[in-house]
Every structure is written in C-alpha cells, then in structure tokens.
C-alpha cells in the first residue's frame, strides 16, 4: 500500500493562499468553542466540508481491542448522498494493513479507489459506502490510534491537494490535542479537584504564553519571546527556532539556553561546518525514520505532512546514526522533542525543546503545549508573510506614484521648455528682421547726415551775407551742436543695434529650436549666451552690488551633445547660483557677490569637466544630498518647483552619460561639477 503524497500546484478550494492561516485559525477556533466532545466532533466534519467542498466528512472510533472495528460518531453529508452513520464498518480485509500506519500518524489520500491496485474484498467495503475518492487522517489520542477522520468523494475521482491534506491533518492535530486535553480532564477529574486545577492553570498559562508571543508583528520579537515563554513553560535546558533555507540547509534564529549550556546560535556563527553537519545529519536522520520511499528522497518534505512531532527522550536508544548522535553531542543535547513550523502550507522551520543533562519523558501534556506553541507560530509566520507582502506592494505603488508624478512633472517641464524655445525662437526671429533693417539703414543715415554738415559748411563759408531769417533758425536749432552730437548719436545708435543683435543671436543660439538632434558644439559658447542672458541678474540693483563673474576657461575642444538642453543645465545651475548669493547678501551686506566658471579638459578620461562655484549661503549635507530629487526645493513657495536641477541631472546623466555633483557647505558657498564625456 503506497501512502505518498500527491502533489499539485492547485490551492484549497475556495481558499485564497495568503488567507489560508487565517481560514485555519477561524476553524480551530469554532473547533475549539465548546468542551463538549460530541459537539465539537460535528462542528469538525462541517467545517471540513464547508471547505473542501467534499460529499461526505466523517469521525470514526475505533473499538478498543476489538481487532480494528468501531463506529461513526459524527457525519456531515452533501444531501445527494446516503449517510453511513447507519452503516456499521467492518473490515477485516485491510484493516490489519492500514491500521499500523495510521498508528504512525500517516495520512492516506486516494484519488481512485480503482486505480490503487485494492483487493476485491477492500474494494467491495468501499463500494457499500459509494467511495471513489477517499481520504483518511489518523486521530491520536497521545500516541494512542483512536480513530479516524475520512473525507469521501463520491461516484467521481478528486485529486487531493497538498493543501487539502495540511488542512485534514490540522484539524485532525488539532482534535487530538483536544482528545488528549478531554483525556486528562477525565484524568484530573478521577484524581481530584486538585489535579484538575493545576491542569486547568496550566493551560492558562499556555494562552497567557501565547498572547505574549502574538503581542507583535515584529517577527524576531515574536521569535524571542517564543524561545523564552516555552523554555520557562517546559522547564527545559535549550528551546530553539531552526529555520530552513531553499536547499534544506538552515540555521537557528532564536535560541534561550540555561547559562551553564554553550549558545548554538554563537557556533554556528564562529563555526560554519557545524550548521553543513547539522544539515546533512538531520536529513539524512529524518529520512531513516521517514514514512515511505518518496518521502525519503524529498529530503525537507519528510516534515511537510501529517504530524509533525519528533521526539527522542534518550538519543543513544532511538537507533540515531553515528553522524546524527555525533551532532546531537555538539548540541549537547541527550533528550528532544520537535515541532514542524508550517508558512501556510509550506514548512518553514522547527521549533525544538532540549534536555541536556540527562534523558526525559517527555508527557503528554508537555508535547500539547509544543505543538499549540507551534501552531500559532505558524499563524504569526502567515500573517508576517501577509504583512510584508502587503508592505512590500506599499512601496511599490508608492514608488511607482512617485516615479510617475516626476515623470509627468518632467514631461510638463520640457513641454515647457519646449514652447519657450519655441517662443524665444520666434520673438528673436521677429526682432532680428527690424534690427536689421535699422543697422542696414543706419550705415546710409551716417553717411547722408555727414554728407549734409559738410554742405552747410560750404554754404557758410561761400555766402557774402547770411539772411536774418536763416540766421535765427540756425539760432533755434543750435547748429553748431547738432553738428557736433549727430555723429555721436549716429554711432550710439550704431552700437545699440549691434547689441541688440547680440542678444538675438544669443537667444537663438540658447533655444536652439531647430537642432533637436545631436550635434557638435563648442560649449563655451553656451555658457556665454546664457551668460548673455543673464546679464540683467548679474548687474547692480537696489539690492546689491553688481555680481563679478570670473572666467577660467580651458581649451575644450567641440563635444557631441544635444545643444539645447545642455544649455538649459546651464541656465539651471546659473541661476541658482544668483539666488545663493542673492540670499546671502540679505544676511551679510558685506558681502562681495561672486562667482566662478571653470572649464578644462581631462585627457586621461576623455572628458570635460565644468565647475560652477558660488559664494553664496550654501547648504547643510541634508539638503545637498537630495538636491537632485525632484520636486525638492529650499526656496519659498511660489518661488522654485523643484524640477530645475532634478531634470539637469537627468540631462547630464541620462541624455549625455556624464556626471552632476554637488559639494557644499552652509554659509561657505557651493560647487556643482559636471562631467561630460568627449563623444
């Protein structure tokens, strides 16, 4: 008879996975609502049936020594199909043969009962209560086999999940536990009043021990306070948390020792072959006593189904290999018990109580307490799972929220920029066209002007007798200052032309409208044309004094870059300089404005590097160090978006594959660095 476990991706039915601790707990809790043991039989094939969605759920009691008969004690059955709590089972045809492995607390799932190879006898039992599916999970009473829990499809195969069967075995773990805790009830009850008290005060103090340890959310808390609460409850010499890795390595997490016992989590730190060892000698271990041949060679599965409790009140009586007892001696262990820790349906770990200083019986009662301990850490370890998968989406959403409002922003920005250039293009084309006509013209008016001086000299000097009349026009008009002014005004005329012609080209050259790929450019020139632009910030006000800008420039040579928007960085980095200063100006009047542009080429890493500096107020490291983020800004509200230098960054960096620092120090000025490779 082959009892593995089938395996399946699918999850229990109609139980989201990340919900399935919480679905659990609801149900041992209904489990658990009542001290009546009939009730608390019937609210157990309900709720099984509820959940699996199966045809017929039943508890069965066996008789005791009466060669493996009994009767159902408890039924929940879809109404389509005939109940058996009427039908007496009898088997004597496999009994015999399931029986033992029941006694090792196996689970048996059949997804066919004509596909198992079952004898004509077996198959006609099975037959009589319209099995076709059948699985059947063991009811321990200690180590004692009470009964069973079976869950019956009918007239139609079902492939058991790996999820349905954790549930089955749960429940049935945990109506054991409530078998052994009605057990000795009735135990305390026949002895007096007395023992009851001290068996009632102790489950006490095991729900107290639990609510300590599910007091946090914080996992090594929980963790810490686990190893505590069972060591002080089981009075043990170690208690430990064990948690698997991938591979079924793992290591101890949580550890509370007696002072006179070494700390395993302090070896495995100093000592990394003790953690390999323990590793290899608790699989291979763990296989030896392992329940089938399948199990044996999924190594860490071996603990992943039906009861999960492992217990050797003396290791140099349980028949341990050499290699395991020689792990247990580095343990300094010489007694155990071992409860399986379960991450929804997959095992996480072991939580492991020790008794170093001689052999133990472990009781009953002491292993209930390890394996309520056990369940609800399995309940925390879902819900932390739940907890930081959930934070986890948080801050994804939140990121992505953040990364798309500084998209959005940066795409309004260059939109922005975009239409600005557009618009400066344009306004600079429609002054270029009359600053033209007027310095074309002004060349003719300079020459028609001298031309008609020299004439009215001529006059004077050729007529005998000036008549009145032109005497005192010449007088009105002050002849002989015209004279000397036109020529001056000419040539004043003659140079604000060409300025204005400057800043025209100055304001095509800065948009660059029509250059949106990738040209070679000298850079010096866009520093000089935002420059240009920036003149009326740079010069005297009502404020301040005017801002003396010192040049250090090297010989660069022409780069390939977009033009437009490394002028744009430009501009940025310019223009918050000017606002350093001009704030710190407002705190000290003294103040000498200044600021400083270096350029110089670096041959040995084909780059440019500029540097602007300013003697302005600065910046604390808290403010320099998220002065790229976007939307971060120091200046008052209205007066800065935050956007400037963070979409700079994104220019140098991205666009251009250089590199934007920043150094600076409150009230001692500020550097920005750019580095830009020769491409």
């Known amino acids: 008879m082959n009892f593995n476990i089938a395996y399946s991706p699918s999850l229990i039915y109609h139980v989201p996975n990340l919900g399935y601790q919480k679905v659990l707990a609801g149900v041992l809790a209904r489990i658990r609502a009542s001290l009546d043991m009939s009730t608390n039989f019937q609210t157990s094939v309900t709720e099984i049936r509820s959940i699996l969605q199966a045809d017929r759920v039943g508890i069965f009691q066996f008789y005791p020594e009466q060669d493996w008969e009994g009767e159902l004690i408890a039924e929940s059955v879809d109404p389509t199909v005939p109940s058996a709590l009427e039908m007496r089972l009898i088997d004597h045809c496999s009994s015999e043969r399931f029986a033992p492995l029941y006694q090792e607390d196996r689970i048996n799932a059949v997804s066919d009962i004509y596909a198992q190879g079952y004898e004509p006898c077996y198959i006609e039992v099975l037959e009589k209560f319209q099995i076709r599916a059948n699985?059947?999970?063991?009811?321990?009473?200690?180590?004692?086999?009470?009964?069973?829990?079976?869950?019956?499809?009918?007239?139609?195969?079902?492939?058991?999940?790996?999820?349905?069967?954790?549930?089955?075995?749960?429940v049935a773990d945990n109506l054991s536990m409530v078998l052994q805790h009605d057990n000795l009830l009735k135990q305390a009850t026949q002895v007096g009043k007395a023992a009851e008290q001290r068996l009632m005060e102790q489950q006490d103090r095991v729900s107290q021990a639990i609510d300590r340890i599910r007091g946090s959310l914080d996992l090594d808390k929980i963790f810490n306070r686990t190893v505590e609460e069972v060591r002080r409850l089981l009075q043990c010499d170690r208690t430990v948390i064990y948690r698997f890795n991938p591979d079924w390595s793992g290591e101890f997490v949580a550890e509370d020792c007696d002072s006179k016992w070494s700390s395993l989590r302090?070896?495995?730190?100093?000592?990394?072959?003790?953690?390999?060892?323990?590793?290899?000698?608790?699989?291979?271990?763990?296989?030896?006593?392992?329940?089938?041949?399948?199990?044996?060679?999924?190594?860490?599965?071996?603990?992943?189904?039906?009861?999960?409790l492992r217990i050797a009140n003396d290791i140099y009586t349980q028949g341990f290999t050499p290699c395991y007892i020689q792990t247990l001696e580095q343990y300094q262990a010489r007694s155990y018990a071992i409860v399986g820790l379960f991450q929804d349906w997959r095992l996480w770990g072991l939580l492991a109580v020790y008794q170093n200083d001689g052999p133990r019986t472990w009781r009953p009662d002491e292993l209930s307490i390890l394996n309520q301990v056990g369940s609800q850490l399995g309940v925390a370890l879902g819900q932390a799972e739940l907890l930081e998968h959930s934070q986890k989406q948080s801050k994804q959403i939140q990121?992505?929220?953040?990364?798309?409002?500084?998209?959005q922003a940066q795409l309004i920005q260059r939109e922005k920029m975009a239409s600005l250039g557009s618009?400066?293009?344009?306004?600079?084309?429609?002054?270029n066209n009359p600053a033209n006509f007027i310095a074309g013209n002004l060349i003719h008016i300079s020459e028609y002007s001298l031309g008609l001086l020299d004439l009215l000299k001529l006059y004077e000097k050729s007529s005998v007798e000036v008549p009145e009349e032109i005497k005192i026009k010449a007088d009105d008009l002050d002849l002989e200052f015209i004279a000397q002014d036109l020529p001056q005004a000419l040539s004043s005329m003659q140079v604000g032309t060409d300025r204005i012609r400057e800043i025209v080209l100055s304001l095509r050259n800065f948009s660059r409208h029509d250059e949106s790929e990738m040209k070679r450019v000298d850079l010096h020139e866009g520093i000089e044309n935002t420059l240009m632009l920036l003149q009326h910030r740079l010069k005297e006000n009502n404020n301040r004094p005017a801002i003396q800008v010192f040049k250090q420039y090297g010989e660069l040579p022409q780069i390939n870059c977009y033009p437009a928007q490394l002028n744009q960085v430009f501009m940025h980095l310019l223009t918050n300089a000017i606002d350093a200063i001009e704030l710190q100006f407002e705190i000290n009047p003294q103040l000498s404005p200044k600021l400083r542009i270096k350029t110089k080429l670096n041959p040995l890493s084909e780059t440019i590097f500029i540097e602007v500096l300013d003697n302005g107020i600065g910046?604390?490291?808290?403010?320099?160090?998220?002065?790229?983020?976007?939307?971060?800004?120091?200046?008052?509200?209205?007066?800065?978006?935050?956007?400037?230098?963070?979409?700079?960054?994104?220019i140098v960096t991205e666009n251009h594959h250089g590199k934007l620092t920043c150094r600076s120090a409150l009230n001692q000025g500020s550097s920005f660095q750019l580095e830009l490779p020769i491409m």
């Open 423 to 431: 618009l400066v293009a344009g306004i600079a084309h429609e002054i």
């Open 619 to 650: 910046m604390d490291e808290a403010v320099s160090d998220r002065i790229f983020d976007p939307f971060f800004t120091t200046k008052p509200v209205g007066k800065g978006t935050g956007l400037g230098l963070s979409i700079s960054y994104q």
């Open 135 to 170: 699985m059947v999970a063991p009811l321990l009473k200690g180590t004692e086999l009470w009964g069973l829990i079976y869950v019956h499809q009918c007239n139609v195969p079902r492939d058991w999940t790996p999820m349905d069967m954790t549930f089955t075995q749960q």
């Open 266 to 308: 302090s070896q495995q730190i100093d000592d990394d072959s003790l953690i390999k060892n323990v590793s290899e000698c608790t699989v291979k271990m763990l296989s030896n006593i392992s329940f089938d041949s399948h199990i044996q060679d999924t190594e860490g599965e071996i603990f992943s189904h039906g009861s999960v």
């Open 399 to 407: 990121s992505v929220l953040a990364d798309l409002k500084a998209s």
